[in-house]
């Protein structure tokens, strides 16, 4: 009987163990790409990147924010001027913004008393900010209930205006400096004007902030938040904290609470 070649054997062993594995992995590989380009389009726009995960202990659903703007917070008494309450939601870039004039009254007394007496009692906007809190959650039953409060004054809103590159209003592109003059005349109307104004700044500053880039706007608010309540630094860091898409969109409305 004829012997089989050490060689041959070795070969079969090598193709057994080595090639047959690689070629049929090379195999299965190539018809997997294959698959997938007959499976997934080619045009398919690029994943986008995942939004940064929110800092632990701020909100991560849907969290509405009291906005009050004042005359200028270090004065001996600020003035009330407007109640915006945002709602707002991480990774999402719509907020909604309802605003309520200062002489909207809740129980006999308007907003803007609820805020002096606040004031009066801790000399502090915070304090005023706490009753004011309080004449909207019973006003509106509930359905507002803010968990946070930040203060506004003119200051604060000509900083945020020339941050963004001016606005639009009225066919004229102004600087911060500009709205707050033209702001002065709607003031000077009466609450609902002062009101109107305020909710045409928000709108055509939502339009802006839809094609500038918002990183002036961030480092403002982390600079300012000291100045501006308690809460100001915490919503500062949870708004720049990019767990919100950039570009905003805001909607915007007047309340027609009695």
């Given at each position: 009987m004829?012997?089989?070649?050490?060689v041959l054997?070795s070969?079969?062993?090598?193709?057994?163990?080595?090639?047959?594995?690689?070629?049929?992995?090379?195999?299965?590989?190539?018809?997997?790409?294959?698959a997938?380009?007959?499976?997934?389009?080619?045009?398919?726009?690029?994943t986008p990147?995942p939004?940064?995960a929110?800092?632990?202990?701020?909100?991560t659903?849907s969290t509405q924010?009291?906005?009050?703007?004042?005359?200028?917070?270090?004065a001996p008494?600020?003035t009330?001027?407007?109640?915006w309450?945002?709602?707002?939601t991480p990774?999402?870039a719509?907020?909604?913004?309802?605003g309520?004039?200062?002489?909207?009254?809740?129980d006999?007394?308007a907003?803007s008393?609820?805020?002096?007496?606040g004031?009066g009692?801790g000399r502090?906007?915070q304090?005023?900010?706490m009753?004011?809190?309080a004449?909207?959650?019973?006003?509106?039953?509930g359905?507002?209930a803010?968990t946070?409060?930040?203060?506004v004054?003119?200051?604060?809103?000509?900083?945020i205006?020339d941050r963004?590159?001016?606005i639009?209003?009225?066919?004229q592109?102004?600087?911060?400096?500009?709205?707050?003059?033209?702001?002065?005349?709607?003031?000077a109307?009466?609450?609902?004007?002062q009101?109107?104004y305020q909710?045409?700044?928000?709108?055509?500053?939502?339009?802006?902030?839809?094609?500038?880039?918002?990183?002036?706007l961030?480092?403002l608010?982390?600079d300012s938040?000291?100045?501006y309540?308690l809460?100001?630094?915490?919503?500062?860091?949870?708004?720049?904290?990019?767990?919100?898409?950039?570009?905003p969109?805001?909607?915007?409305t007047?309340?027609?609470?009695?």
């Amino acid at each position: 009987m004829q012997g089989v070649s050490p060689v041959l054997v070795s070969s079969r062993v090598m193709f057994s163990r080595l090639f047959l594995p690689v070629g049929l992995t090379l195999i299965c590989v190539w018809l997997g790409w294959a698959a997938a380009r007959a499976l997934v389009p080619e045009d398919l726009p690029p994943t986008p990147l995942p939004l940064t995960a929110t800092p632990e202990g701020l909100p991560t659903g849907s969290t509405q924010v009291l906005i009050l703007v004042v005359d200028d917070v270090d004065a001996p008494r600020p003035t009330l001027e407007g109640v915006w309450v945002a709602t707002v939601t991480p990774g999402s870039a719509t907020s909604s913004w309802v605003g309520f004039a200062p002489d909207l009254v809740v129980d006999e007394d308007a907003l803007s008393s609820y805020f002096a007496t606040g004031y009066g009692i801790g000399r502090s906007t915070q304090d005023a900010a706490m009753l004011v809190d309080a004449g909207l959650r019973r006003l509106t039953a509930g359905a507002v209930a803010p968990t946070r409060r930040i203060i506004v004054d003119h200051e604060l809103i000509a900083a945020i205006v020339d941050r963004a590159g001016g606005i639009t209003l009225i066919d004229q592109t102004l600087s911060g400096e500009q709205v707050i003059e033209m702001y002065a005349n709607f003031t000077a109307a009466g609450s609902a004007a002062q009101m109107s104004y305020q909710l045409a700044l928000l709108q055509s500053l939502g339009q802006r902030l839809e094609t500038t880039p918002s990183d002036g706007l961030a480092a403002l608010f982390t600079d300012s938040a000291p100045a501006y309540g308690l809460d100001a630094a915490i919503v500062s860091t949870w708004m720049t904290s990019r767990v919100f898409p950039d570009h905003p969109e805001f909607t915007a409305t007047l309340s027609a609470a009695p």
